[in-house]
């Protein structure tokens, strides 16, 4: 679904990716760890097409979108990328449900449409009633499960989460990657998550650490599928 072959990047003078190498099939759930500033983050960007790699490939299906432009790159996200940021990034004019709406209706999907397609995923996230409520009327869980939601609406081959956990408290946390996990699976979405969460990443499938730009990986023992 997702391959990422020598992936290298450079910000001026300092080096981040080192020929990075990064593989998720349909469904698989993948945690990319490493210490902070070895280039998680980059590479999540230069994977999901909001930054170029200097060199290396990157493929989404059949698709080689790293020598596409950047017009179409960024067409990708909210269609067939999706992303969960550690803070939810919602927009906070907008009642959850518009929130969730707002990758179909940049999308060109009529508002009446969009909301319907955007209320249907409260009530498999617990959101149900929530739908009118502005992101400050929402606990910090509710406003990550609305981004989850807003990840997924359009039904996205892969969703990028970049520390989606880390601003919520444990038990929290571990909730949401268990109700995130299972929407992966059994919408067949492959989901890469960074994280410095130990806990988090033993719920992924695999593990990838990334170090000094390089990464390594080794499957995760007891790893739910």
Same mark, same amino acid.
């Given at each position: ?46 994977? $999901? ?72 995923? @409260? ?23 609305? $981004? ?11 969703? @990028? ?62 790893? $739910?599928?």
């Amino acid at each position: 679904m997702l391959r990422g072959a020598g992936v290298s990047h450079s910000f001026g003078a300092t080096t981040v990716l080192r020929g990075a190498d990064l593989v998720v099939h349909r469904g698989e759930v993948v945690a990319v760890t490493g210490p902070s500033g070895s280039g998680k983050s980059t590479l999540l960007h230069c994977l $999901a097409g909001i930054l170029r790699p200097e060199s290396g490939e990157v493929w989404l299906g059949d698709d080689r979108i790293d020598q596409w432009s950047e017009a179409r790159r960024t067409a990708l996200r909210g269609t067939r990328i999706g992303f969960v940021f550690q803070f939810g990034q919602l927009l906070p004019e907008l009642p959850a449900v518009e929130n969730v709406a707002l990758p179909l209706l940049l999308g060109g999907t009529r508002r009446a449409a969009a909301v319907a397609q955007a209320a249907s995923w @409260f009530e498999p996230l617990g959101l149900s009633g929530l739908e009118w409520r502005r992101p400050g009327q929402l606990s910090g869980g509710q406003e990550q499960r609305v $981004a989850i939601a807003r990840a997924l609406v359009s039904a996205p081959e892969v969703v @990028f989460a970049d520390e989606p956990t880390g601003a919520l408290d444990t038990d929290t946390g571990q909730r949401l990657m268990e109700l995130f996990t299972g929407l992966a699976a059994r919408t067949g979405t492959g989901l890469v998550v960074v994280t410095h969460d130990a806990e988090v990443a033993a719920r992924c499938h695999r593990t990838v650490t990334i170090r000094d730009g390089r990464t390594s990986e080794a499957p995760l023992a007891g790893a $739910a599928r």
